[in-house]
């Protein structure tokens, strides 16, 4: 019963995958200019970015049609 406890509490401490950071490094070099960053985010940081996105780039159309406003009508024909 012990040999049991002992390892549940062993996957306890795992961090589940959809917490666990990934990390991303680049750098730019430019004759003598470097340039280097490096970011560090979840895969549920990355869904939750991808989501508000997504949302910018849908809230886009219906701004750009409201600025154009009404189409003018074409003048009475006699």
Request: hydrophobic share 50%.
């Given at each position: 019963m012990l040999s049991s406890l002992q390892e549940g509490s062993s996957h306890?401490?795992?961090?589940?995958?959809?917490?666990?950071?990934?990390?991303?490094?680049?750098?730019?070099?430019?004759?003598?200019?470097?340039?280097e960053t490096e970011a560090?985010?979840?895969?549920?940081?990355?869904?939750?970015?991808?989501?508000?996105?997504?949302?910018i780039l849908l809230a886009i159309p219906p701004i750009v049609h409201a600025k154009r406003g009404p189409k003018a009508l074409p003048p009475p024909q006699a």
């Open positions: 306890a401490h795992r961090t589940p995958p959809l917490l666990s950071p990934q990390t991303a490094r680049a750098t730019i070099r430019v004759g003598s200019f470097v340039m560090r985010a979840t895969p549920l940081g990355l869904l939750a970015i991808g989501g508000m996105v997504a949302a």
